[in-house]
């Protein structure tokens, strides 16, 4: 049974703090709107706010909130120049179909002009909605800025909305032009108000956390809806191991602590965090407690003393005498001096120590608040990373299960509670047994209920990788992702390999020439219509074993007038052995609604 079930929900409430199921109408959202309705509306705005109370959220309502007032083209991936803003926006407009990669920038800018005076001629009024512009090169957002004011008729009409974090000092004196709206925290009766909000979309018929703990609750996030997600979610999740019906303040300070120390939860979190303690016998008699109190004590001391040998015995105990002379370089391996997080990166030939300072090189790119789980088969012990804003922080450290083959895997538990265990080619997969072992260990800690794993030996996990790997993935994802929206289905087909395979949970694999899936394309692409397509930041991650093969992970949706596809998407690119060109050889389709109870 999982914690939907036994509260009796429909959904997970605070999986997702963008998701718009679930989407709550703050106050300073009336007051945007209140804004860019106005006439003239500022030509540039900045909303700004602390880490996590929901500025990007507001940025991707503005489409819908506004969509019988204003034309929003919403630009969410940062990091862009000119040029690509003004693909992202032509799409927005619906005119993505002039706009491939083949199209130099100096068109685009033409494109850009015409559609916006047709707009303004029309009586239309416009809005660029960037999330993080901050991320843009200044040399890129000024000449976006001259741009929306070029003309004079375009004045008030044509309107850039971004925004910035509390206390980066950003927009500077550079753009005193910049008007500014503060997104505030939810105040007491607000987070109230958006957790029983939350709850009542998730199907809840009752109270599940009490007055005292929503209190606490509020207290605890600082009313960020981010905060409030992350420990409300955690508190459910310890409520449910406990039994529990009701979320009291106690189950809210273990879910915080249980966030704010995760490199102290085990297997057994779940319960320690519920308040779950064994039963011990009572010792009663004092003389035996007295004796025993002075067994320990000389234990103790006699511990201290014979400590590193003692260590030793265990180690070598570890390891029966014919799995020794059978692995005898690992064993010379664990010998080796344990790197420290001040030593730096760890070299080739050593050991990484449980606080490993930076995850392997292999894993390429971890996205905000997305996880990897890293096993280290010579040690038995698992990493679990996540991506944070500027790098990526250790999450919680685990004993692993024996994984028998090293390699890339993603593990899950779809709807049909079979956990997924999956790897390309799926000639080696971990045993299920070994994978739902090791799935109960991590399931707590996760916000989503699919996780990518690597496996490997030390050696394998700090071999480094090319430096140009990342950068060539990237091209190849921003080309596969632009002829999608565009429907340049030459494109796209050309970016696969010569068959290549799909995969999907419980449907037998196909095997897909190009050619054919190039008709497919072509065939699909004449009665789609226009094409909304977005998709997250992607996870990608080298197979230690071989660096020619690489994963990318990222969630999907796509909307056409022919079909609406929502879920993760995996893409298996392997390099050319004759050339540097990356091609997809293999596609994994995991559908959204195959992860929901």
């Known amino acids: 049974m999982d914690y939907e079930t036994f509260f009796k929900l429909n959904d997970r409430p605070f999986k997702n703090p963008l998701e718009a199921k679930f989407y709550f109408r703050v106050p300073a959202f009336d007051r945007l709107l209140q804004i860019l309705g106005q006439f003239p509306r500022p030509d540039f705005l900045v909303l700004t706010g602390p880490e996590g109370v929901g500025k990007s959220a507001l940025l991707r309502r503005l489409p819908w909130a506004l969509r019988d007032q204003l034309i929003v083209a919403p630009i969410l991936k940062t990091g862009h120049q000119l040029g690509d803003i003004l693909r992202d926006a032509l799409v927005g ?12 920038e100096e068109s685009l800018l033409g494109f850009f002009h015409n559609a916006v005076s047709e707009f303004v001629a029309g009586d239309y009024s416009l809005v660029l909605a960037a999330d993080e512009a901050a991320a843009l090169a200044e040399d890129d957002l000024s000449d976006l800025l001259r741009l929306l004011s070029r003309e004079p008729q375009w004045k008030g009409r044509a309107s850039l909305v971004t925004t910035a974090r509390q206390g980066s000092g950003w927009p500077g004196p550079k753009y005193p032009s910049a008007a500014a709206l503060e997104i505030p925290p939810l105040t007491l009766p607000q987070t109230m108000e958006y957790v029983r909000h939350r709850l009542k979309l998730a199907g809840a018929k009752k109270e599940i956390f009490s007055q005292e703990a929503l209190v606490a609750l509020h207290k605890a996030s600082g009313g960020l809806p981010t905060a409030i997600n992350a420990l409300a979610e955690r508190a459910l999740l310890t409520a449910w191991a406990s039994g529990k019906k009701e979320i009291t303040p106690a189950f809210l300070a273990q879910a915080k602590a249980s966030l704010d120390r995760p490199s102290e939860v085990n297997p057994q979190g779940a319960k320690r965090a519920a308040g779950y303690r064994p039963e011990r016998q009572k010792i009663r008699s004092l003389p035996v407690r007295l004796t025993l109190a002075a067994t320990m004590a000389l234990a103790f001391g006699l511990g201290f003393a014979f400590w590193p040998k003692a260590g030793q015995v265990l180690e070598n ?6 799995s020794q002379a059978a692995t005898a370089p690992t064993a010379a391996l664990a010998e080796a001096p344990k790197a420290t997080p001040a030593a730096g990166p760890v070299l080739p030939g050593q050991t990484p120590s449980l606080g490993l300072p930076a995850p392997p090189p292999a894993l390429l790119s971890l996205p905000h608040n997305a996880n990897a789980l890293v096993v280290d088969q010579s040690l038995g012990q698992a990493r679990l990373w996540q991506g944070q804003l500027k790098k990526s922080g250790l999450k919680a450290e685990l004993t692993a299960p024996e994984l028998a083959e090293p390699g890339l895997y993603l593990l899950g538990r779809p709807k049909s509670r079979l956990s997924l265990v999956f790897q390309y080619p799926p000639g080696r997969e971990v ?34 990788v090319p430096p140009q790997a990342l950068a060539a993935l990237k091209e190849k994802l921003k080309a596969w992702t632009t002829a999608q929206e565009v ?12 068959p290549f395979v799909f995969y999907e949970p419980g449907q037998k694999p196909q095997t897909i020439g190009r050619e054919n899936f190039q008709v497919a394309l072509a065939s699909e692409a004449r009665t789609s219509g226009d094409v909304k397509l977005a998709i997250s930041e992607p996870l990608i991650a080298l197979d230690p ?3 020619n093969r690489a994963w990318a992970i990222f969630s999907l949706r796509y909307d056409s007038r022919l079909r609406h596809d929502l879920g993760l998407r995996t893409l298996i690119f392997e390099k050319n052995l004759l050339g540097d060109d990356w091609l997809v050889k293999a596609e994994l389709w995991i559908r959204e609604n195959s992860l929901q109870s």
């Open 545 to 547: 074993r071989n660096h």
């Open 487 to 498: 429907k340049f289905t030459d494109d796209l087909a050309q970016l696969y390999s010569d």
């Open 317 to 322: 105990a570890a390891t029966p005498p014919a």
């Open 93 to 104: 407009f619906g005119l993505g179909f002039k706009c491939s990669p083949q199209v130099p």
């Open 431 to 464: 045993p299920k047994e070994v994978g739902e072992k090791l799935w109960r260990q991590v399931e707590t800690l996760l916000p989503q209920d699919i996780l990518p794993l690597i496996v490997a030996d030390s050696d394998l996990l700090v071999r480094p």
